[in-house]
């Protein structure tokens, strides 16, 4: 007589936490499956279980960013400014008809767009991911150079999420906020677009490359050229 052989035990679920402030913000239901998905997308389902979320509605542009503690990836803190959740044309549109009046213009749940708000979450999430796989943080970073290490940081992201097809910014929107960002660098224009490129294209980096990058844009040109006697 044949045995059934046992079933296995099953494994637990991985079980993400959300929560929201503005807790009644009005499109979180949407934006939920869009986090959810983007932490599956990068492979954190493992690692994040607890995601507070802070919608900035004062803030119609579309800035965001992630706070973690370093030592335990478990939970984080993603903060977005309203303009965040919906497309690039409705922001321009609301500079024309909102750009005067007090308070947040509405958005109606069918102005909600997925791909925007994709390509907030993917990109803040890679953030975590990096330093959880490679250690790169900028909590030891002088002040003076955060803004510059984070910028690189952000090339290199973008560069990863547009190779495999996922939203962010594209190469000529990211190269036009790194040119602002480092422009002013000793060395940039002679070295900014070779560096550039390679963090675009690079696939492993850590907190020792971006480092070593930041001081190549930065060495000046008589301190680099050997002298001859």
Known sequence: MAHARPTPPRQPRHSLRIRWQP??????DQADEVIRRSVRELGLEAVLSDVRVHVDLSNRDDH???EWNTHDHRAARLSFAVGNFVTRERRRAWTRT????AGPPPIAPRQFSRRSF???CLHELFHLKDDHDSGVDLTGAPPAEREALNELWNVWIDGRLNRRGLPAMTRGERRRVYARTLAGSSNF???GERIF???WN?????PRELRAYLAELR???????PRHG
């Open 98 to 101: 909102w750009g005067r009046r």
């Open 64 to 66: 965001a960013y992630i």
């Open 23 to 28: 807790a009644d913000f009005h499109l979180r």
């Open 197 to 199: 490129q390679a963090l």
């Open 202 to 206: 690079a696939d492993h980096l850590g």
């Open 118 to 120: 994709a390509e907030a």
């Open 189 to 191: 224009r002679a070295r």
């Open 219 to 225: 060495r000046s040109k008589t301190a680099a050229r």
